[in-house]
T-cell receptor, first 113, second 118 residues
Framework: GENVEQHPSTLSVQEGDSAVIKCTYSDSASNYFPWYKQELGKRPQLIIDIRSNVGEKKDQRIAVTLNKTAKHFSLHITETQPEDSAVYFCAASRTGGSYIPTFGRGTSLIVHP | GAVVSQHPSWVICKSGTSVKIECRSLDFQATTMFWYRQFPKQSLMLMATSNEGSKATYEQGVEKDKFLINHASLTLSTLTVTSAHPEDSSFYIC??????????????FGPGTRLTVT
């Protein structure tokens, strides 16, 4: 099955700085890579995703890059704000049928004002 | 998007009692639902997949007799924690599976249920 490693487990930055979270996956057939943000006591919510046919995707201050050869993908948040403070999870999956995304262990991002 | 609700949002129960958590799909029909458990500062651990009209599929290490899952209709899946113990205290979240084949593969989660066993 798929195995997803996520680093770092905790990331502390100053407001305005950039934050980068990295994930690696094991199944070369995985072709879908979402990132979820979970605030304390709330449900995870999708913030951005990327499919294996592209190498980078951007949405305002967040971007995701994918290196299929190395089997790793990263989340980039620029100009961080205190409201970006949350736990971020990456996931990887094949698409279709009964495939279930495998989640990373999560990164607690703390943005200091 | 798909809306998933859960009830209750939090529950406190005494050790040895059972607790039922409901997960409803409000604007779509769900033949499958995922149940996750999340301990503080940890990831989402898939416990089981409920299947409408048939038995649930449990992940390795999850006790079937302790975590009873029922998916009686296309809009309701339930998780019952039987003979709860303090170590069962956790955040339980249900989720609709990704809808492969559509434009968005987003996985819609319920708001979660905080279970505290005293």
């Amino acid at each position: 099955g798929e195995n997803v490693e996520q680093h770092p487990s905790t990331l502390s930055v100053q407001e305005g700085d950039s934050a980068v979270i990295k994930c690696t996956y094991s199944d070369s057939a995985s072709n879908y890579f979402p990132w979820y943000k979970q605030e304390l006591g709330k449900r995870p919510q999708l913030i951005i995703d990327i499919r294996s046919n592209v190498g980078e995707k951007k949405d305002q201050r967040i971007a995701v890059t994918l290196n299929k050869t190395a089997k790793h993908f990263s989340l980039h948040i620029t100009e961080t704000q205190p409201e970006d403070s949350a736990v971020y999870f990456c996931a990887a999956s094949r698409t279709g049928g009964s495939y279930i995304p495998t989640f990373g262990r999560g990164t607690s991002l703390i943005v200091h004002p | 998007g798909a809306v998933v609700s859960q009830h209750p949002s939090w529950v406190i129960c005494k050790s040895g009692t059972s607790v039922k958590i409901e997960c409803r799909s409000l604007d779509f029909q769900a033949t499958t639902m995922f149940w996750y458990r999340q301990f503080p500062k940890q990831s989402l651990m898939l416990m089981a997949t409920s299947n409408e009209g048939s038995k649930a599929t449990y992940e390795q290490g999850v006790e079937k007799d302790k975590f009873l899952i029922n998916h009686a209709s296309l809009t309701l899946s339930t998780l019952t924690v039987t003979s709860a113990h303090p170590e069962d205290s956790s955040f339980y979240i249900c989720s609709a599976p990704p809808r492969w084949g559509l434009d968005s593969y987003e996985q819609y989660f319920g708001p979660g249920t905080r279970l505290t066993v005293t």
